[in-house]
């Protein structure tokens, strides 16, 4: 999958977890960009990209990631 | 909302949860009842809130939530806290789970110790029960311990005291043993829910370290519903009946075109044998109080000899109405409905085709339509929706299908009479007409949250309500219970009231008048009445006022109170109506055929 092909996903996860659909995130996005985007929130989103690309973070992965692009690297690192 | 309806996706409903809510409350027509509901947590319960709130608006239940702060349960539960306090919550659901147990017992422990360990932990929880009851009078919801993921002691560790999976299990029953004997008390029980999901896969340690979730975030709405299936019950919300078609639902095959004698039932091969449990699963609900009846696209006469075939488990006595024709099912539903006298939105309708099952879905407004798929999934889907959740076992509850057949059979003799009030005489009609008793306390509480149609001023009470309102001496309390020459009906009407010290004398305000509909146009309500009046008067009480709020279904009740004799009082904008009954004037009883007490 293409760096273009995850994001296309991953802006359906956003605007459907924050339920907005303007929402359009990119490699700098970060939580305070996102409205509502706080950390119970985070667990929903988490759990919601784990199921759509069919993969599972491990603990290490979600808690320490500074910005979308942080989280694309890792979506493609599982999809190898 | 369908996609609330099991087998959900859970994964869906956790993403799509903001936008669900949405559409749940953008639904028109829909008659909610507000429930405050306190969630006490041994754990993070933040999505177990939100997914709670979607089962349970699709229910009709508006909530309101207090949450308690991160694993405070306890404290919230033994001592209380302003908050709280204010809230007044109608049910405490208490989330906890084996990440609450504080101590395990180590094999170093001698029997004694892990008994004495056994009954602190169990004490510390049944504190926190009757504290609640104390202070809230409410409903409480407690989950019981699911299965550690590990297992130390190997297969031991069931068996040994020492093991972890012996010690839950004990709690369990000691949880199990407690709901016994305490009616607002209820378990929910994910000890079951859990291993049906897979412990395993429950336990999820990552979600426990991350996010101190004790189970999977992807198990939320499975535990969510479970729990919204014990809540809808507590508030009347159950559904009453069966509607099942039969080829290929009751039986393999076509019964008009293979021949009762070559349609799939009995034991003779794996087929029949799995049609046969299912027939044994629906007719277990029977006693439950669940009604039965049929409609299937049959000639009468086929889908009779489907029914008789000797190996048949289900034959034509355990339906309380058959229609086996060619008309539009939807049709028949309805028809059953107004025989049996209850709501079309209170049948499960179960049948193998898709196209029947849509037309039925379309037509009926508030239908429980399950996707039953295969034969052999037919049993768990249906167990697994909780359609009927059984909270408290009245002996009503057993008794219904009689009852119900009953009233087929005064309906039938009814035609047989010139005049009402000669038939009306011939049922020999006896009531009990009481101040509520301790017997009749979880049928009450049923009765004012089931109750739509007879019911003045739609008021729902809890259990606990109801006890208060019973010991209370500034209130008068009834209840009536009808027999007839047919059967006894149980407890079909309900009202109470208090008093109140005016400068124009004392005045008795009726907070709640209901009555069963199966039990209309006896004149039982008048017998009410009479009692009603004669204990005001036996009190001192000069005048009487009766008041009626309208709703999208008790509009039968409108005029109820001027038929009682009362005079309009005042009627606001939105036809809400009060009205008041002068007890230095004489009054008639409408009572003409009810012997009473």
Redesign the interface.
């Known amino acids: 999958m293409t760096r273009e092909e995850v994001y296309g996903k991953l802006n359906e ?1 956003f605007q ?4 907005d659909e303007d929402i359009e995130v990119n490699d700098g996005t970060t939580s305070a960009d996102v409205d509502g985007w706080d950390s ?1 929130e985070h ?2 989103l988490i ?2 990209v784990e ?1 759509t690309f069919g993969i599972k973070f ?2 290490g992965e ?2 320490g990631l500074k910005n979308v692009g942080e989280m694309v690297d890792k979506i493609i690192a599982h999809l190898g | 909302m369908q996609e609330l309806k099991y087998p959900y996706d859970p ?1 869906y409903i ?6 669900i809510k ?1 559409q749940l409350l953008e639904r028109e027509g829909v008659n909610y009842i507000t429930k405050k509901i306190a969630i006490l947590g041994g754990s993070t319960t ?2 177990i809130k939100l997914i709670l709130e979607l089962f349970l608006l699709d229910y009709g239940i508006k909530p309101e939530f207090f949450e308690s702060e991160y694993n405070k349960y306890y404290e919230d539960a033994l001592f209380g806290n302003e908050e709280l306090d204010e809230f007044k919550p109608d049910i405490c659901f208490i989330h906890t789970t084996s990440r609450n147990i504080l101590t395990y017992p180590d094999v170093n422990m001698s029997k004694a110790q892990v008994d004495a360990l056994a009954r602190d932990t169990y004490q510390r929880f049944e504190g926190c029960w009757t504290a609640l009851f104390k202070r809230y009078s409410c409903t409480i919801i407690q989950n019981n311990f699911e299965m550690p993921y590990f297992r130390l002691l190997g297969n031991s560790d069931c068996s040994d005291i020492h093991g972890r999976l012996n010690f839950i299990n004990r709690l369990n029953g000691m949880f199990a043993s407690f709901a016994e004997s305490n009616e607002s008390f209820f378990i929910n029980d994910i000890n079951y829910i859990s291993a049906e999901y897979g412990i395993k896969k429950w336990a999820d340690p ?2 426990w ?3 101190k ?1 004790a189970l999977s ?2 198990a939320i709405p499975d535990l969510a519903f479970n729990l919204a299936r014990i809540i809808k019950a507590i508030y009347g919300r159950n559904k009453k009946a069966f509607a099942l078609d039969m080829d290929n639902t009751l039986w393999g095959g076509i019964v008009g075109d293979d021949g009762p004698e070559n349609i799939k039932i009995g034991h003779e091969d794996a087929e029949s044998e799995l049609y046969t449990e299912f027939q044994q699963y629906i007719k277990a609900h029977k006693d439950l109080g669940i009604l039965l009846t049929v409609a299937s696209k049959n000639d009468e006469e086929n889908a009779l000899a489907g029914l008789a075939r000797p190996d048949s488990t289900l034959t034509k006595e355990d339906f309380l109405v058959i229609k086996a024709n060619w008309d539009n099912k939807d049709r028949n539903i309805m028809q059953t409905a107004k025989e049996l006298n209850i709501g079309a939105d209170s049948f499960v309708f179960v049948d193998d085709n898709p196209a029947e099952r849509a037309l039925v879905l379309n037509q009926i407004p508030g239908i429980s339509v399950p996707e039953v798929g295969e034969p052999e999934s037919y049993i768990g889907i249906l167990d697994r929706s909780g359609f009927f959740e059984v909270t408290n076992l009245s002996g009503d509850d057993l008794k219904r299908g009689e009852m119900y057949k009953a009233n087929i059979e005064r309906a039938k003799s009814s035609m047989s009479f010139d005049n009402y009030d000669d038939y009306l005489r011939s049922l020999e009609m006896h009531a009990e007409i009481k101040p509520f008793s301790p017997m009749y306390m979880s049928r009450i509480a049923e009765l004012t949250n089931k109750s739509n149609q007879f019911n003045l001023t739609t008021r729902r009470c809890s259990q606990a309500e109801i006890e208060s309102i019973a010991e209370d001496p500034k209130f008068i309390t009834r209840y009536g219970k009808l027999e007839d020459k047919f059967g006894d009906n149980g407890v079909v009407a309900v009202t109470f009231g208090h008093e109140e010290d005016s400068p124009e004398g004392r005045i008795f305000h009726i907070d709640l008048w209901l009555m069963s509909c199966r039990v209309l146009k006896r004149g039982m309500e008048c017998a009410m009445m009479d009692e009603i009046i004669a204990e005001c008067k036996k009190r001192g009480i000069s005048k009487i006022k009766g008041y009626y709020y309208p709703t999208a279904k008790n509009k039968m009740v409108k005029d109820f109170y001027k038929q009682q004799g009362f005079e309009l009082l005042r009627e606001d904008g939105r036809e809400n109506t009060e009205w008041g009954l002068d007890l230095e004037k004489p009054c008639e009883s409408g009572n003409i055929a009810i012997t009473v007490n």
């Open positions: 996860v459907d977890v924050f339920d119970l667990i929903n759990v919601a199921r491990t603990m979600t808690t | 994964d956790l993403r799509k949860k903001k936008a949405r933040n999505d990552s979600d370290y991350r996010y979730y975030v992807s």
